[in-house]
């Protein structure tokens, strides 16, 4: 007869059996090792956001992309000692110990576009103004249509269907 069945790591074994000469073979039992990705991230209105992604020590995955900030885009991940991970990247056995936690933090790149003023009469380019590169929440105050045409008057600037004004303050284009 078999007194027990399992043991613990160093457990001092003793009078496993009452029949002389039974011979045992003790097999080691094996899991594979998992880890976490955490991605420390924010949602469109800037609150706090975490995803979790479990990885076995030998499974192969691919690094997530992060949810939409608005006048952002996604550039990457970074963990705490400043590495790099892009969407998409594939990963496999970042950490050996069983359940620990990759920390990664999104990088945002702030949206930017180009300014200019420009005039058109009977659909012929009359004049450009370059006003320069701006950011997604960064202001600016219209000026005066800086083009002429005789018999005409400025009356408004339009962007896509929107309309503004000279001295309206724009951003979030």
Not at 85 to 107: F, I, P, R, S, T
Not at 122 to 139: P, S
Request: proline share 2%.
């Amino acid at each position: 007869m078999i007194r027990q069945s399992s043991f613990a790591d160093e457990e001092e074994v003793l009078n496993l059996t009452d029949i002389d000469g039974r011979v045992f073979e003790f097999k080691a039992c094996l899991y594979q090792n998992y880890y976490y990705i955490r991605y420390n991230s924010e949602d469109s209105y800037g609150a706090p956001s975490v995803r979790t992604q479990t990885l076995k020590y030998t499974e192969e995955g691919s690094i997530y992309s992060s949810s939409n900030k608005q006048g952002y885009l996604f550039s990457h991940w970074i963990d705490g000692s400043g590495k790099v991970y892009n969407y998409g990247d594939k990963v496999v056995g970042l950490l050996e110990g069983v359940g620990q936690y990759l920390d990664l933090y999104v990088q945002w790149k702030e949206i930017s576009y180009t300014v200019y003023y420009r005039a058109k009469h009977n659909e012929q380019l009359i004049g450009t103004q370059y006003v320069g590169v701006k950011t997604y929440n960064e202001e600016f105050v219209l000026i005066g249509c800086p083009f002429e045409i005789d018999g005409y008057q400025f009356d408004y600037y339009k962007v896509y269907s929107k309309t503004f004004n000279p001295g309206d303050t724009v951003s979030q284009l």
